[in-house]
């Protein structure tokens, strides 16, 4: 690990109307890292993915992608860069079978450059490289569920379609938007590893959750944010110590057990 | 048994065509079950212009087959990337022009003008949708419904290209056959070459455009790219439609500009089903010829022709195509629930 950061916010700033969805937003994200953003809800952590991925553009401020200024640049060539994201609301390819899904990032300009999957890249059949990414994420290969149509496949294989998605990019970065909501406690249970051994292959990770309690378990860092600002910055266990944070999501009463409510 | 106490069960025949890569054919029977369908198309539209009766209906086939390219244009367009056009007249005006000045003005034969307008065409049509490729859904049918309007009111206004005469004395083909094979054979060129077409990657990629263009984007994939591709592969039959269209009237003018070029297909789709390719030619070869034979009616043909499209509607509305594929391709039976 070096000690340049991969990915730095520099005042990050968006508007919508005279309303400041962030305001002043920086930090910065090193390498293998796992940062958790965690704020109230409408408190721009979205924003913040769709103003790094280039979904939105920002009013001011900027991002810098290994010393390059990616903040006016479109979405396609972001991920192209390799920072791939998840959506908060999973909207796969309904009309294609969960494999096919992910030949549409494996006939991306990046996959097809960086190639690296087994007989993937130019001349590569895509097809059984899905096959072999989704395995990856808990699909189990000789039943039928890959096969499946994405319309038909429960919440749980969908958010792994999200990131098996992102996978097939050969990201640098993922910024996960909420993988965890809506799983059910042994759905989450099983995610965890995966997000796990995404860091164990160098993979940096941006995750946004209100799961905290999995959240703290996964990430080395994490960030607040409240009405668009950043609150502080800091290890899960700081965090949770911190006073500002607990009057963001409790109010400014007096709370002991903060673990119960995560 | 009655009513409510019993249900469809409907079991795949598990037949494939293409399973990895390997031809899954056991049989005479199988392959023969898997060509069937084919076949009969193929031999039914080569067979067509010998079993016409007579010029008046050789003449129908042309134009339906110019409807048939103009409808699995819509259909590629709507059903596979998700762009609603209704710019049919748009294609069969620009290609129409471009064949008629070209050989009007330059003196080139059909085999060369078609062609060349079908490309130069596609060209300008795909130049003049490139701004409104953002737009989805209806939003993009109402521009491409607006620019056959203003390419006809330009030309009516400016009296250029003809005016309202349009350009006469252009060329038609030497020889009644070629004039009608072409056409069929384009269509069969253009039908199947578009069914490979949307289960190739990029086909795939361009029903992902369909179904959730943010991922797409979120894939590293420049959407505008193959919007672009989509629209230009589109437009290229609606041009090669109205190029050849110029050269049987050996006439191009504002007619061509007409409503029904964008409106026929769209009932088309609807009746063939839509999202199958082959259904929206069916629904050509069906609604033509009928509007033709209603002829005999008089002022109400537009009547019943409504009303046929109505009972489509109504009674099959997932489409001929989708209906008759199910039929043959599943077993059904009725079982106790």
Not at chain 1, 153 to 162: A, I, V
Not at chain 2, 55 to 69: E, F, K, N, T
Not at chain 2, 187 to 195: A, I, P, T
Not at chain 2, 225 to 235: E, G, R
Request: net charge positive; proline share 4%.
């Amino acid at each position: 690990m070096n000690n340049q950061p991969i990915l730095q916010m520099r005042g990050v700033t968006k508007t919508f109307g005279g309303i400041f969805a962030l305001n002043e937003v920086s930090f910065d994200l090193f390498e293998s890292d796992i940062l958790g953003i965690i704020g109230p809800n409408g408190s721009g952590k979205t924003t913040l993915v769709n103003c790094i991925t280039g979904f939105i553009k920002m009013t001011y401020g900027e991002v810098l992608f290994r010393g390059k200024n990616i903040s006016r640049r479109p979405a396609y060539k972001i991920a192209d860069m390799g920072i791939a994201r998840t959506f908060q609301i999973m909207r796969p390819y309904f009309s294609l079978p969960a494999y096919k899904n992910l030949v549409i990032p494996l006939f991306s300009p990046r996959a097809k450059r960086t190639g690296g999957w087994r007989g993937g890249g130019k001349l590569g059949d895509r097809n059984a490289v899905s096959i072999d990414i989704l395995e990856e994420m808990g699909f189990e290969r000789e039943s039928y569920v890959p096969y499946k149509m994405a319309s038909n496949l429960p919440t749980g294989y969908l958010k792994r379609l999200e990131l098996a998605r992102c996978l097939a990019l050969k990201p640098e970065i993922i910024l996960c938007d909420e993988v965890f909501s809506g799983l059910s406690m042994s759905e989450i249970a099983s995610m965890v590893p995966l997000i796990e051994r995404l860091q164990i292959e160098g993979i940096t990770l941006i995750m946004i959750e209100h799961r905290l309690r999995e959240l703290f378990q996964v990430a080395n860092r994490v960030l607040v944010l409240n009405f668009g600002e950043k609150l502080i910055e800091g290890t899960p266990g700081e965090v949770m110590a911190d006073k500002k944070v607990k009057e963001a999501y409790f109010g400014s009463e007096k709370v002991e057990e903060v673990e119960t409510y995560a | 048994m009655e009513i409510g106490h019993r249900r469809k069960e409907r079991l795949d025949r598990g037949v494939k065509v293409r399973t990895e890569g390997l031809y899954a054919l056991m049989s005479w029977r199988e392959l023969g079950y898997l060509t069937m369908p084919r076949l009969v198309l193929i031999i039914g539209m080569l067979i067509l212009p010998l079993v016409m009766p007579s010029m008046y209906w050789q003449r129908v086939i042309s134009i339906v087959c110019i409807y048939a390219l103009l409808s699995l244009s819509f259909d590629f367009l709507a059903h596979f990337v998700g762009l609603v056009s209704l710019g049919g007249a748009f294609f069969i005006g620009s290609g129409g022009y471009i064949a008629a000045i070209l050989n009007t003005i330059l003196g080139l034969p059909p085999m060369v003008s078609i062609p060349i307008s079908t490309l130069l065409g596609a060209v300008i049509c795909t130049l003049f949708l490139f701004p409104c490729l953002p737009l989805r859904g209806v939003y993009f049918a109402i521009i491409t419904l607006m620019f056959p309007l203003l390419l006809g009111r330009v030309i009516e206004a400016l009296d250029i290209l003809g005016g309202t005469d349009g350009i006469l004395g252009v060329g038609s083909f030497t020889n009644s056959w070629v004039e009608q094979y072409f056409i069929i054979l384009m269509v069969l060129f253009y039908l199947f070459g578009m069914r490979r077409l949307v289960n190739l990657d990029i086909g795939l990629v361009f029903r992902a455009v369909m179904d959730n263009d943010q991922a797409v984007r979120a894939s590293g994939i420049n959407l505008t790219y193959y919007k672009t591709v989509a629209v230009f592969i589109a437009s290229s039959m609606g041009c090669l439609a109205g190029g050849y269209l110029a050269h049987i009237y050996m006439w191009a003018g504002l007619s061509m500009f007409a409503l029904d070029f964008s409106i026929l297909p769209i009932a088309a789709t609807v009746i063939g089903g839509s999202g199958t390719l082959v259904g929206p030619v069916l629904g050509a070869f069906i609604l033509v010829p009928i509007s033709e034979l209603l002829r005999a009616f008089g002022t109400l043909r537009i009547v019943f022709y409504a009303l046929i499209l109505l009972a489509f509607i109504v009674f099959r509305s997932e489409g001929i195509m989708v209906y008759g594929q199910r039929k043959y391709q599943q077993f059904e039976k009725w079982v106790k629930v």
